[in-house]
Every structure is written in structure tokens, then in C-alpha cells.
């Protein structure tokens, strides 16, 4: 009896014992998990919780044209921000900011009431109301300065250049091309906090310095670019067109002096669409469409028939080449066949006899194309009579 009861208790503590050894090994082992395994993601939660991270923006890359000139640049702006556990007097905040940012007093409460490390209220606020803001001295209300994209001309080769979204990055032309050049690496403000989020006293701000992009030099010129809008613009008009493309280009080695493609758009408000458009009747859909199109560069994006330009190319061959010479007489009824189709000029009646020069003037289709397609013509080219051919 007595050594039954022994065995009975020896079998019970052997069982207690495995189990608290089972449970302590599985204890154990989570706690392995989360100490090695899982430090990474439990040391950033509370680093979270106790570093308060604010920005500090790079300041993008200028575009300069071949002569000196900005053609885009940056404005300090400043984001007003507020850090809850920080302020002292709500209401004050609250007024002072609806009335400085011309904001609703509902948007401004909630935000300011909201409990988060850090609310941003409003960004690409004028310095000068940065600073207004900034003297009246509120706990818990953070100026930072920031960059805004600026382009000094306006529209001026608004479709090459192209522009910047709310966060600076490029949207479409060069700022998007050379977005990893020009936008630059931004830095940050980094400070220790409390459980509760108010900073602790004596611990310095960590403050990781932010890289200003590249600038972006191009051999666009502006004074060209001007003369070749003022031009365009004026051939809009008289021909009401749909739009007006020019461009000004260096045979020698391809660099673009000028781009223009009216009407141009104003790049410090890229999306406000042209004036007389009725937006009120347009879906979200249709004034994207709308933005795009007007944003597009047809010089670069749209195809086009090459038939005029390249008669430059045809005829100057045919001149170094001797295949004519200026005073050539050509006889144009209106067409031309060349094997089996009749190419037609653009005045039906045909241009009669014409030299050369003429021809070029007149921008004869027969003088310039025939050679090029048929080089056994040439001598009856020469002739005039390669029309009976
Ligand atoms: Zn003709």
C-alpha cells in the first residue's frame, strides 16, 4: 500500500515534470523566435514608436538651356505639420491655422485632434505664411521647408520640359526622363521620443543631411525657342490650326536649338486645362484624356508624313549628285507616273514650265520625288519629258 502510493506519486511528478519541461522548452523557443528571428521587426516598432521622422527635401536639379538661362527651378515652399502630444493650446492651434492656411475648420480639428505621431496639414504653403505661422510660436506645430518645382517662363517649351507632381517627381518630358538625375536624395530629421511621443530632453536631433539632384543642362535655346513660338503662334492663327510644331535642329551633330509645339501649356498650373473648356460636363475620364492631349509634344509623339521635308533631302542629293542643275526646265500637268501610279502635285492644273528653282518654290511634287524612285529617268529627267514616260 505504502509502496503503491510512492510509485503513484514517483509517476505523477515524472508526468508534472515533463510537462513543465515540454511547456518551458516551448517557451523557450518563442522566445528564440522572437529575440533572433524577429528582432528586426519588434526593433522597428519601437523605434517607431519612439523617433519621430520628419523629411527634409531635396532640392531638385535645374533645367539650363545652352545660354545660361533657368528654364526650371525650385521655390521654397514649407509644410506645416503638427505633433499631437505636443500641443499645448488645441484651440489656438486650430484657429490659427484655419486662418493662416485658409483651411476648414473641420479639416484642421480633425487632424489636429487626431492622435498620431505626426499629422501633415498642409504642404507647398507659401514661405511667407511658413513664416507668419512659424513667429506665432504654437507647441507642437512644425514648419518645415520644403521645394516646389517653379518654372520662371510659364509655357515656354512646356511640352519638352514637362513638369512635377505634389511630390516633386517628374511627370512627363524631361523632368521624367531624367527624373534620376534631377530629383536628388532626401534627408531626414530624425528625434527621439517618449512613450507618449514628447521629446526627450538632451537627446540631439539626428539629422541625415539631404543630397540636392543634379542639373540638367540642355542645348535648347531660349531666345530661338521664343522667336520659333512667336512664329508658331502666328501660324496657329492664320491657318487655325489644331497645333503649330517647330523644330530647330543642328545637322552637325543633332542638337535640338528650339521645340516648340503650340498652344503650349503653363507649367505652374498643369492642370487647369485650356480656357474656354467645359470641365463642369466632363467626366474624370474625359478631362484625363483631355490633360494628356494637351500635354502631349506631337513633335516627338505623333507621326508625320515626311513628304515636303524630305524634298530638301531628294533635291539637294539631285544637285551634288549634278543629276540637275538650277536652270533645268521641268513641265509638270498636275502628276506624275512613276511605274504604276499616278502621283498627283498639289495643284491639280499642274505648274506648267518651271526651272528648278521654281519648282522648289513652288513645291512642285515632280521635281523633287522622280529621281530619287527611278534613277534611270535621269536623262529624260533632264529633259523635261519625264512626264511620258
Ligand atoms: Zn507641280
Known sequence: MFDKTKTYHRRKIVVVFFMCAFMLAGLMGRLVYLMVF???YYQEKADDLHERERS???ARGKIIDSTGTVLATNR?????SVI????KDPETVISVLCKELNLSEETVRKRVEKV???????????KETGDKIRSYDLAGVKVD???????????TASKVLGFTGSDNQGIIGLEVYYEEYLKGIDGTILTQTDARGIELDGEAE????????NNLHVTLDYNIQMYCEQAAKKVLEEKEAEYVSIIIMNPKDGSIYANVNVPEFDLNNPFVLPEGTDTASMTDQQKNDALNQMWRNQSVNDTYEPGSTFKIITSTIA??????SVNDTFSCPGFAIVEDRKIRCHKVRGHGTETFIQGIQNSCKQVYTIWILVPELENSLKNGDFLEV
Open 145 to 155: 521647408e520644403d521645394f516646389k518645382r517653379y518654372y520662371p517662363y510659364d509655357t
Open 76 to 80: 521654397t515652399v514649407c509644410t506645416v
Open 319 to 324: 544637285l551634288e549628285e549634278g543629276v540637275v
Open 116 to 126: 498620431s505621431s505626426i499629422e501633415r496639414i498642409k504642404a507647398n504653403v507659401d
Open 38 to 40: 524577429r528582432s528586426d
Open 206 to 213: 539626428e539629422r541625415v543631411e539631404a543630397v540636392p539632384g
Open 56 to 58: 527634409i527635401k531635396a
Open 84 to 87: 499631437h502630444s505636443q500641443i
